[in-house]
């Protein structure tokens, strides 16, 4: 079962940032935060990781809370482009079986 | 290639026959999963590889479906007597394990399946 908790839709204007919120209050401390987002039906994109503190790249920053139990996606300038179900998944880190479970994501659409 | 190879992208096939399809993760990526995703669905996990063993085969839904991964490189998902909902799209991944991994799972496009 997924250990997440997302709303299942939002909207962002073009231009602005999009901030995608998601609870993982059971999350343990040495699982992963990972994102990822799917556009139509093509494969899931990786977007971004973190474990305890905040990460930056390219596409996006990660905010994690001090206790972990929460996150929060930040695309700074969200395109058209972006508009796409985002997922937040906890990454179980049994020794040996490290899937990702995904749920049922954040359905995210930029407004021109 | 760069990223994960997946084929056929695209395959249409009668109710009854056995399909096959075929996963070529990144180089030196070492754990592979399938997963597949019927449409307006979320994604379902379905095995997990580490090298040429699946110590998770947890995800798959019928004694029909079978994976094996030969040379710790190449997987083949088998779907046997293949049924109607069956038809969706399935999804390779691969990473470079780590325990307790912070490593990037990298997904392909997808095989569609579709079984008339």
């Known amino acids: 079962d997924a250990k997440t908790t997302q709303p299942p839709s939002m909207d962002c204007a073009e231009g602005r940032a999009a901030n995608l919120p998601c609870n993982h209050s059971?999350?343990?401390?040495?699982?992963?935060v990972y994102w990822y987002r799917q556009i139509h039906s093509q494969g899931p994109q990786y977007i971004i990781h973190?474990?305890?503190n905040n990460e930056t790249n390219e596409m996006a920053s990660l905010i994690i809370t001090e206790d972990r139990k929460s996150s929060t996606l930040i695309l700074p300038h969200a395109t058209l482009r972006d508009t796409a179900v985002y997922y937040c998944?906890?990454?179980?880190?049994?020794?040996?079986?490290?899937?990702?479970?995904f749920g049922t994501g954040t359905r995210l659409t930029i407004i021109p | 290639g760069a990223g994960v190879s997946q084929s056929p992208s695209n395959k249409v096939t009668e109710k009854g026959k056995d399909v096959e399809l075929r996963c070529d993760p990144i180089?030196?990526?070492?754990?592979l999963y399938w997963y597949r995703q019927s449409l307006g669905q979320g994604l379902e996990f379905l095995i997990y590889?580490?090298?040429?063993?699946?110590?998770?085969k947890s995800g798959l839904p019928s004694d029909r479906f079978s994976a094996e991964r030969t040379g710790g490189s190449v997987s083949t998902l088998t779907i046997q007597r293949t049924q109607q909902e069956d038809s969706a799209v399935y999804l390779c991944?691969?990473?470079?394990?780590?325990?307790?991994?912070?490593?990037?799972?990298?997904f392909g496009e997808g095989s569609w399946l579709t079984v008339v």
């Open positions: 590889f580490q090298g040429n063993s699946a110590p998770d």
């Open positions: 991944a691969s990473s470079s394990l780590g325990q307790f991994s912070g490593n990037t799972i990298y």
């Open positions: 973190g474990l305890k």
């Open positions: 059971t999350i343990s401390g040495n699982e992963y």
């Open positions: 180089s030196g990526h070492t754990a």
């Open positions: 998944i906890v990454r179980e880190s049994n020794f040996g079986n490290e899937k990702l479970t």
